[in-house]
C-alpha cells in the first residue's frame, strides 16, 4: 500500500506528527517509556489501546503532550465503522475536530467524554457481535422453517444491512419504523410478539452493560 | 329526543354520568330500567334525576335511541321480551362485548322488517368523558342515525366508527384497558409505599403520573418510544427503572392482556351464538320479576329444566324457522 515500515518506534515518531499506538494493551506502557523522550508538543499522539485510559498515557510521556484515545469498531475496515474520540487535557478542539475530519473515511465519528468510551465500546465495540448473533439466529429461524442455510445466512445479513441503512438515513426513531413495518394482525406483530416473551430487550441492555462493565473493570486494571 | 337505558348497572351509570356531565342530553330525559331496583348504580341514577322502572317494555316505549346496557349472555333474553315492543323510531346501541349486530337484527327481524342497530364498545371512563367509544352501524341504520350517536358518544370522549370485525381487538384494548391501567396505578402506588410515600399521595401521584403521559401522547405527534427516550436521562434512575421492566417482559406481559381479552371476547360470542342460555345464568328472583312485568308475555322455555331455548319463542309468529342459520 506504499507505506515506509520500519523497526524503529523513535523512527515514526521523529518522522510523523500524527502518531496511532496501535499495539496490545500490556504493551503501551513499554513502548511509551521508549518513544517519550522524542514526543513534543506538536506531537498528536492517539491511542487505539482498549482500557488504557487518557490519565495512564499522560503520565506515560512528558507533560501537556497531545494524546487522544480512539475507540473504533470492527466495520471500520469497510469505511462503516463507529469510532469515538476522547480528548486528553492537552488536546484542543482543533485537534479533535481534525483528526475528526481526518477519520471521517472510517465512518461515523464522534467526540465525546472518556467517560463514554466504555459505553462505546459495550454498544458499537461488541454490538458488531451481537448483530453477528442475531443473524445467525434469523437464519437459523429460516433454516427451521424450510429454507437453505446458505440463502438464510445472504438474507439474514442483506436484512440486517438495509434495515441498518433505514435507521441511519432516514432519522426516524426505531419505534417508528417498527411501527411502518407492522401491519395489522400481521405476521410481523405475530414475529415481535414472541421476541417480547423471549425478553430480547432486556437480554439487549444487559449484554451492553456487561461489555462496558468489562471495558471498565480492564481500564482499572 | 329521550334515551332509555336496559340494564341500570355499570355501564348505564358511567354513561349516564358522562351525558349528564357534557349537557348533551337533560337527565329527566333518560329512563333507565333494571328487575334490581336496590343495585347501587340504579340509586345513583335516580339521584341524578334518571326514571329508573323495572319494566323494560316501559323504558323502550319512552325512548328513541335505545342502550342495552346488559350482559352479553342476557341480550337474547332482552330481545325476545322488547322484541315486539319496537318502532320504526327506535334505535338499538348495543354495548354488550362479543354481541354481533347480526345477531341481533336476526332477532328483531322477527318482530320488525327493518330493526336499527348499532355496536358498539365504549369503556368506563365515560363517566369523566374521557371516553374511548368504537361503533360499527348494522343493516338499516341510515347516517342520521349514526351521526346521533356520534353526538351522544363524542361529548363523553373519543368516538370512531369500525369495521365490526374489529371490536374484539377494542375491547381488549381500550374496553379492558382502564383495568389494567387501575391495576398499573396500584402497583406504582405499592412502589412508592415501598419508597416511603404515604398510600394517597402514591396514589395521587401515580394516576397523575399516567394522566399526564397520556395527554403528552395524545397532543404530541412523536412514537410514544421517542417521548419515553426524552425521560429517560443517560444513566439516569429512569432508564434503570425501564430495563427492570423490561427484564420482567412488561411488554409482552400488555400484549398478552390485550390478546386474552380479545379471545375471551370471541369466546363469549361464541357461546352467545349458541343460543342456549342454561337457567343458572339467570336469577330465579329477576326471572319471576320480569315475568310479572305488566304486557309480558311469557317467554317460551323460560324456566323450563332443560334451558331457555330463545328461538323457539314466539313460533306462532314466524313464517319459517329463523333460528336456523
Given at each position: 500500500?506504499?507505506?515506509?515500515?520500519?523497526?524503529?518506534?523513535?523512527?515514526v515518531?521523529?518522522h510523523s506528527?500524527?502518531?496511532?499506538l496501535a499495539?496490545k494493551p500490556?504493551l503501551?506502557s513499554?513502548?511509551?517509556n521508549?518513544?517519550?523522550?522524542?514526543?513534543?508538543?506538536?506531537h498528536?499522539l492517539?491511542?487505539i489501546?482498549a482500557?488504557?485510559?487518557?490519565?495512564t498515557?499522560?503520565?506515560?510521556?512528558?507533560s501537556?503532550?497531545?494524546?487522544?484515545?480512539?475507540?473504533p469498531?470492527?466495520?471500520?475496515?469497510?469505511?462503516?465503522g463507529?469510532v469515538?474520540?476522547a480528548?486528553?487535557a492537552?488536546?484542543?478542539?482543533?485537534v479533535g475536530?481534525?483528526?475528526?475530519?481526518?477519520?471521517?473515511?472510517?465512518?461515523?465519528?464522534e467526540?465525546?467524554?472518556?467517560?463514554?468510551?466504555d459505553?462505546?465500546?459495550?454498544?458499537?465495540g461488541?454490538?458488531?457481535?451481537f448483530a453477528?448473533?442475531f443473524a445467525?439466529?434469523?437464519a437459523?429461524g429460516?433454516?427451521?422453517?424450510?429454507?437453505p442455510?446458505?440463502?438464510?445466512?445472504?438474507i439474514?445479513?442483506?436484512?440486517?444491512?438495509g434495515?441498518?441503512l433505514?435507521?441511519?438515513d432516514?432519522g426516524?426513531?426505531?419505534a417508528?419504523?417498527?411501527?411502518?413495518v407492522c401491519t395489522?394482525?400481521?405476521?410481523t406483530?405475530?414475529?415481535l410478539?414472541a421476541?417480547?416473551?423471549?425478553?430480547?430487550r432486556a437480554?439487549?441492555?444487559d449484554?451492553?452493560?456487561?461489555a462496558t462493565?468489562?471495558a471498565?473493570?480492564?481500564?482499572?486494571r | 329526543?329521550?334515551v332509555g337505558?336496559?340494564?341500570?348497572?355499570?355501564l348505564?351509570h358511567?354513561?349516564?354520568k358522562?351525558?349528564?356531565?357534557?349537557?348533551?342530553?337533560a337527565?329527566?330525559?333518560i329512563i333507565a330500567s333494571?328487575?334490581?331496583?336496590n343495585l347501587?348504580?340504579?340509586t345513583a341514577l335516580?339521584?341524578m334525576?334518571v326514571?329508573?322502572t323495572?319494566?323494560n317494555?316501559?323504558?323502550v316505549s319512552?325512548?328513541?335511541?335505545?342502550?342495552?346496557?346488559?350482559k352479553?349472555?342476557?341480550?337474547?333474553?332482552v330481545?325476545d321480551?322488547?322484541?315486539?315492543d319496537?318502532?320504526e323510531?327506535?334505535?338499538?346501541?348495543?354495548?354488550?362485548?362479543?354481541?354481533?349486530?347480526?345477531?341481533?337484527?336476526?332477532?328483531?327481524l322477527q318482530?320488525?322488517?327493518a330493526p336499527?342497530v348499532?355496536r358498539?364498545?365504549?369503556?368506563t371512563?365515560?363517566m369523566v368523558?374521557?371516553?374511548?367509544?368504537?361503533y360499527?352501524?348494522g343493516?338499516?341504520?341510515e347516517?342520521e342515525?349514526?351521526k346521533l350517536?356520534?353526538?351522544?358518544?363524542r361529548?363523553?370522549?373519543y368516538c370512531m366508527?369500525?369495521?365490526?370485525d374489529?371490536i374484539?381487538?377494542?375491547?381488549?384494548l381500550s374496553?379492558?384497558?382502564?383495568?389494567y391501567?387501575?391495576?398499573a396505578?396500584?402497583?406504582?402506588?405499592?412502589?412508592?409505599?415501598?419508597?416511603?410515600l404515604?398510600r394517597?399521595?402514591?396514589v395521587r401521584?401515580?394516576?397523575?403520573a399516567?394522566?399526564?403521559a397520556a395527554k403528552?401522547?395524545l397532543?404530541?405527534?412523536?412514537h410514544p418510544?421517542?417521548?419515553k427516550?426524552?425521560?429517560?436521562?443517560p444513566?439516569?434512575?429512569t432508564?434503570?427503572a425501564l430495563?427492570?421492566?423490561?427484564?420482567?417482559?412488561?411488554?409482552s406481559?400488555?400484549?398478552?392482556a390485550?390478546?386474552?381479552s380479545c379471545?375471551?371476547?370471541?369466546?363469549?360470542q361464541?357461546?352467545?351464538?349458541?343460543e342456549?342460555?342454561s337457567?343458572a345464568?339467570?336469577?330465579?328472583?329477576?326471572?319471576?320479576k320480569?315475568l310479572?312485568?305488566?304486557g309480558v308475555?311469557?317467554?317460551?322455555?323460560?324456566?323450563?329444566?332443560t334451558?331457555i331455548s330463545l328461538?323457539n319463542?314466539?313460533?306462532?309468529k314466524q313464517?319459517?324457522?329463523s333460528?336456523?342459520?
Amino acid at each position: 500500500m506504499g507505506v515506509v515500515v520500519t523497526h524503529s518506534n523513535e523512527e515514526v515518531v521523529q518522522h510523523s506528527r500524527l502518531v496511532f499506538l496501535a499495539v496490545k494493551p500490556h504493551l503501551v506502557s513499554t513502548v511509551l517509556n521508549g518513544i517519550s523522550k522524542h514526543v513534543t508538543p506538536q506531537h498528536i499522539l492517539v491511542s487505539i489501546a482498549a482500557g488504557v485510559t487518557l490519565e495512564t498515557l499522560e503520565q506515560l510521556l512528558p507533560s501537556r503532550s497531545c494524546v487522544i484515545r480512539m475507540m473504533p469498531n470492527l466495520p471500520c475496515m469497510l469505511q462503516e465503522g463507529a469510532v469515538l474520540l476522547a480528548c486528553g487535557a492537552a488536546a484542543s478542539q482543533e485537534v479533535g475536530s481534525m483528526l475528526k475530519n481526518l477519520l471521517s473515511p472510517c465512518g461515523l465519528v464522534e467526540v465525546g467524554p472518556e467517560a463514554w468510551i466504555d459505553a462505546h465500546t459495550g454498544l458499537s465495540g461488541s454490538g458488531v457481535a451481537f448483530a453477528f448473533v442475531f443473524a445467525e439466529a434469523l437464519a437459523d429461524g429460516a433454516v427451521k422453517m424450510g429454507m437453505p442455510s446458505s440463502l438464510a445466512h445472504r438474507i439474514a445479513a442483506q436484512t440486517i444491512l438495509g434495515a441498518g441503512l433505514l435507521l441511519r438515513d432516514t432519522g426516524k426513531h426505531p419505534a417508528q419504523l417498527r411501527a411502518e413495518v407492522c401491519t395489522p394482525g400481521g405476521t410481523t406483530a405475530y414475529g415481535l410478539h414472541a421476541l417480547e416473551k423471549g425478553g430480547i430487550r432486556a437480554a439487549t441492555v444487559d449484554a451492553v452493560e456487561a461489555a462496558t462493565e468489562r471495558a471498565r473493570e480492564l481500564g482499572r486494571r | 329526543m329521550s334515551v332509555g337505558f336496559i340494564g341500570a348497572g355499570q355501564l348505564a351509570h358511567a354513561l349516564v354520568k358522562g351525558f349528564a356531565a357534557s349537557g348533551v342530553i337533560a337527565t329527566h330525559k333518560i329512563i333507565a330500567s333494571s328487575p334490581e331496583t336496590n343495585l347501587p348504580t340504579a340509586t345513583a341514577l335516580r339521584k341524578m334525576g334518571v326514571n329508573v322502572t323495572t319494566s323494560n317494555k316501559e323504558t323502550v316505549s319512552r325512548s328513541d335511541v335505545l342502550f342495552l346496557a346488559v350482559k352479553p349472555h342476557i341480550i337474547p333474553f332482552v330481545l325476545d321480551e322488547i322484541g315486539p315492543d319496537i318502532e320504526e323510531r327506535h334505535l338499538i346501541v348495543s354495548c354488550a362485548a362479543g354481541v354481533t349486530i347480526s345477531s341481533i337484527e336476526k332477532k328483531l327481524l322477527q318482530y320488525h322488517t327493518a330493526p336499527k342497530v348499532i355496536r358498539c364498545m365504549s369503556n368506563t371512563p365515560v363517566m369523566v368523558r374521557e371516553g374511548a367509544t368504537v361503533y360499527a352501524a348494522g343493516t338499516h341504520t341510515e347516517l342520521e342515525d349514526t351521526k346521533l350517536l356520534e353526538q351522544l358518544m363524542r361529548s363523553v370522549g373519543y368516538c370512531m366508527e369500525v369495521e365490526e370485525d374489529l371490536i374484539d381487538a377494542v375491547t381488549g384494548l381500550s374496553g379492558s384497558g382502564p383495568a389494567y391501567a387501575f391495576t398499573a396505578v396500584d402497583a406504582l402506588a405499592d412502589g412508592g409505599v415501598k419508597m416511603g410515600l404515604p398510600r394517597r399521595l402514591a396514589v395521587r401521584l401515580g394516576a397523575q403520573a399516567l394522566l399526564g403521559a397520556a395527554k403528552m401522547l395524545l397532543d404530541s405527534e412523536h412514537h410514544p418510544g421517542q417521548l419515553k427516550d426524552n425521560v429517560a436521562s443517560p444513566g439516569g434512575a429512569t432508564i434503570h427503572a425501564l430495563h427492570v421492566m423490561e427484564s420482567g417482559g412488561f411488554r409482552s406481559l400488555l400484549i398478552n392482556a390485550v390478546e386474552a381479552s380479545c379471545i375471551r371476547t370471541r369466546e363469549l360470542q361464541h357461546l352467545a351464538d349458541q343460543e342456549k342460555i342454561s337457567p343458572a345464568a339467570i336469577k330465579k328472583t329477576t326471572l319471576k320479576k320480569v315475568l310479572q312485568q305488566p304486557g309480558v308475555t311469557g317467554v317460551t322455555g323460560v324456566g323450563v329444566p332443560t334451558g331457555i331455548s330463545l328461538f323457539n319463542s314466539h313460533n306462532s309468529k314466524q313464517k319459517g324457522n329463523s333460528g336456523q342459520d
